[in-house]
């Protein structure tokens, strides 16, 4: 069975700063993956979407990699800034099934 | 296209009560999905559409829960007499068919259902 784990659970950094975000997976015959953002008590926001074939994806401060073999992605964030402030998820997509997700990441960015 | 709408946005309702959400997904998208989120946690499946078939239900899905999607469109997801457990946000997706290999998925803003 598919999990997703995210690491940290929260995470608060001082405006400017650069951060990475963890997710990990346990089968790692994924098709795609896809980095969310959610705003408090909203939707989500689709950041970038790594296909099985790639390695990473870039979209303004956002760069997204993907490990198959290993199992993992990581989200990097380049000079944070408050309004970056939101939770993160990550979700994955395997043969036959829609999305699964981590339980996110919460982040709190401070000026 | 103005992407996935969800309506209502916010619901209240008394325990017991009937309540029907709506899903209108991007046009061109023949896939619809419909997911759970509790505080705290990621969105959890529930359920998904290929143009009007259901195709897949999870478990969570329980018999007071049943979804539609009758003409290949837009879809409703009717909860039965509710309980407290059922307060979450319900949030639908769509996707093309390849969606799953292709350009991803698409959310909607998400109906916040509170049971008192």
């Known amino acids: 069975k598919q999990e997703v784990t995210q690491i940290p659970a929260a995470l608060s950094v001082p405006e400017g700063e650069n951060l990475v975000l963890n997710c990990s997976f346990t089968d790692s015959a994924i098709y795609n993956l896809q980095w969310f953002r959610q705003d408090p008590g909203k939707g989500l926001t689709s950041l970038l979407l790594?296909?099985?074939?790639?390695r990473e994806q870039t979209s303004g401060r956002l760069n997204a990699s993907l490990d198959k073999s290993s199992g993992r992605s990581t989200l990097y964030i380049a000079a944070s800034q408050p309004g970056d402030s939101a939770t993160y998820l990550c979700?994955?997509?395997?043969?036959?099934?829609?999305?699964?997700f981590g339980k996110g990441t919460t982040l709190s960015v401070s000026s | 296209d103005t992407g996935v709408s969800q309506d209502p946005r916010h619901k209240i309702t008394k325990r017991g009560q009937n309540v029907t959400f709506r899903c209108d997904p991007i046009s061109e998208h023949n896939r619809l999905y419909w997911y759970r989120q509790t505080l705290g946690q990621g969105p959890e499946f529930l359920t998904y559409f290929q143009n009007e078939a259901q195709l897949e239900k999870s478990r969570l899905l329980s018999d007071r829960f049943s979804a539609e999607r009758p003409k290949g469109s837009f879809s409703t997801l009717e909860i039965q007499r509710t309980e407290q457990g059922d307060s979450a946000m319900y949030l639908c997706a769509s996707s093309n068919r390849d969606g799953e290999r292709g350009n991803g998925y698409t959310f909607g803003s998400g109906t916040r259902l509170t049971v008192v």
């Open positions: 790594i296909q099985s074939s790639q």
């Open positions: 979700a994955v997509t395997i043969a036959g099934t829609a999305l699964i």
